[in-house]
């Protein structure tokens, strides 16, 4: 059991980031990453002694754990990961076929220099830990290259959109096995919006979500052990 830190938490920026921002950004990567398995129970009081803090942050994330569409409650102190049934992941699909070719259509039109770089430096993360095998890394670099093109499109409505469903479109990037491909298509699409080119973005945009479309599919018929 790890003892509760008595260093105050900060987040990437440095910033004081509470404890409940950092027990569910904790518990988000686990479900995202696969560690913690639909279906498996989150509660309270062992999340605390494997978190290292008290049982309130711990509440406080699960709600908004809840929130995201990530866990699903129970009574009392425990809840469990969401299982994604295929209507889920279907209704996500639709969602992002709205969405996406849009924003990679008004990133190519209106990115700005460090947008553009923000964007590169994701590409090079997924691209490198593609290469290495790490597949965590990868997509989670493959859902902040995603990210970093909602902040480029500069619509704050679609980015208002895009908060609503982030952490889920996050858990859908990850159930991608082919990390190079993948990758291989956000450079296409990062050439597009550096060109400026927002026909082709959005073109490139619509057929990775048919890439998509279907590597979740593959992922979803794999059996289980």
Known sequence: MNAPSTEPATGPSG???PESV??????????VDGTRAPGSRLVERDLAAELGVSRIPVRDALRALVAEGLVTPRPRTWAVVR????ADVAHLQEVREATDPVQFR??????????LAALTRAWEREAEA??????????RAAADFHEAVVAASGNPVLAELHAVTASRVRWLLAQHSDLAAIADEHRALLDAVRDGDAEAAARLAR??????????????AEPRG
């Open 130 to 139: 593609a290469a290495r095998g790490d597949g965590p890394a990868a997509r």
């Open 83 to 86: 299982e994604f049934t295929d």
């Open 22 to 31: 950092r027990v569910a950004s904790a518990v988000r990567e686990q479900i």
């Open 106 to 115: 008004l990133a190519a039109q209106r990115r700005t220099p460090e947008q």
């Open 15 to 17: 910033d004081f980031e």
């Open 207 to 220: 057929e990775h979500l048919s890439t998509s479309r279907a590597a979740a599919a593959e992922r979803r």
